[in-house]
Nanobody
Framework: QVQLVESGGGLVQAGGSLRLSCTTS????????MGWYRRAPGKERELVAA???????NYADSVKDRFTISRDNAKNTVYLQMNSLKPEDAAVYYC????????WGQGTQVTVSS
């Protein structure tokens, strides 16, 4: 069973930045598309960014030009650089394959103060 461990969240003021990391287990990491998802209170989990095995990326409109997803296949790790954070970015952030595995990590909390 794949394991997903997210880190890097925290409290930041609006306009600030955070860098999230997610390390996964298993040998398939380098060939799968990975994504960062988030779930805000009272909302459904949504995909905010994804990166293919070859490095192509796509983003939700709400984070485009502010967030950057990247990956290091040698480390089985995917990153999310978040700049110009807004209060509406506050959520628990998760990484997973796209489409997601049945299992999820614990996520990492991002809080943005206005």
């Amino acid at each position: 069973q794949v394991q997903l461990v997210e880190s890097g969240g925290g409290l930041v003021q609006a306009g600030g930045s955070l860098r999230l990391s997610c390390t996964t287990s298993g040998n398939a990491f380098r060939i799968v598309t990975m994504g960062w998802y988030r779930r805000a209170p009272g909302k459904e989990r949504e995909l905010v960014a994804a990166i293919t095995s070859t490095g192509s990326t796509n983003y939700a409109d709400s984070v485009k030009d502010r967030f950057t997803i990247s990956r290091d296949n040698a480390k089985n790790t995917v990153y999310l650089q978040m700049n110009s954070l807004k209060p509406e970015d506050a959520a628990v952030y998760y990484c997973n394959r796209r489409p997601p595995y049945n299992t999820w990590g614990q996520g990492t909390q991002v809080t943005v103060s206005s």
